[in-house]
């Protein structure tokens, strides 16, 4: 009875995706589906500020899945499936929505019998709750100085309402997707991969180096190091729920936030900083560590 809801939930998936309209897309994968398949936003993608790519995806080198799929000897080839793409959501939006990016996906014949991991990294862009206020780009938050990106910032739409952000409500929202996959990549272990630790939880300042100036600091930034908080937790939850694997890239980062002596979060204070990697987004070292760590788990 259960794989039957299942089929029927996939089938209703598939339908749902193949109805989205979409750009043509890259080479297709083998017909037993690629090894791995990476859906994400942009700190999966991290990509940078000035950048082009054909379907708007612009992905640096640097990224944590180009990391892993050099030094799986993968990259560019069928077999490392990457559809991440800068501002990607898990249903907020019209843009590459999680939906979006599993039909891109499929189109590329990624899921199959010989597809061992899929993963996914969203949630972070999303809306939740009342507020339509989203996370990024946070002009009007996290880098608003006046007004700063306190716990009033829910009630103002100017960030997500971080009591909204549950196991359950994570579940519910990629559990198509996530069924979908099951259904067509049948021997995947799939894994929703965390966040890295941006900034330290508990602490209310949040800070960015920028070239010239030096270590910029926001005050003010309780409201939004608590939406990261519950973002960690919920898809931990959503994990166990769903019966799937949580990477905790946060405890792979831990120390390495942007207001530490050694951040592993990026600034704009590099002379490269326009072109690899993102402000507020893990630069090379983060990104590195992520890709050591999934590589490790899945033996890839």
């Known amino acids: 009875m259960r794989f039957r809801r299942a089929r029927s939930s996939a089938v209703a998936v598939l ?39 054909d379907d708007g995806c612009t992905r640096s080198p640097s990224s944590w899945p180009n990391q892993l799929a050099r030094a799986g000897r993968s990259a560019e080839t069928p077999g490392f499936v990457d559809v991440s793409c800068n501002g990607g959501t898990i249903d907020t939006g019209r843009g590459w929505t999680l ?91 799939v894994a929703l991969v965390g966040y890295p630790e941006v900034f330290l939880s508990g602490q209310q300042a949040a800070c960015m180096d920028l070239a010239g100036i030096g270590r910029v600091v926001q005050p003010r930034a309780e409201g939004y190091i608590a939406y990261l908080d519950r973002i960690q937790e919920a898809q931990r939850e959503a994990a166990t729920l769903l019966e799937i694997e949580f990477i905790d890239v946060r405890a792979i980062t831990a120390g390495h936030g942007s207001c530490s002596a050694e951040p592993w979060i990026s600034g704009l204070d590099g002379a490269d900083s326009l072109f690899d990697g993102a402000p507020i987004h893990p630069n090379a070292q983060g990104n590195a560590a992520v890709a050591a760590r999934v590589r490790e788990r899945f033996g890839l």
């Open 15 to 53: 339908t749902a995706i193949s109805a989205a309209t979409l750009p043509a897309t890259a080479v297709a994968a083998p017909s037993g589906g690629a090894t791995t398949v990476v859906l994400g936003d942009s700190f999966t993608a991290t990509a940078p500020v000035i950048g082009h790519a």
């Open 99 to 189: 939906v979006h990016q599993a039909r891109k996906a499929s189109a590329q014949n990624a899921f199959g019998s010989d597809t061992r991991v899929v993963l996914i990294q969203m949630g972070l862009n999303d809306v939740w709750g009342a507020s339509t206020g989203t996370a990024f780009p946070s002009t009007d938050c996290l880098l608003n100085i006046v007004a700063g990106c306190g716990f009033d910032a829910t009630e103002q739409h100017r960030l997500p309402d971080y009591r909204a952000v549950t196991g359950t409500g994570y579940a519910d929202r990629v559990r198509d997707v996530v069924t979908f996959v099951r259904y067509h990549a049948a021997n995947a272990r």
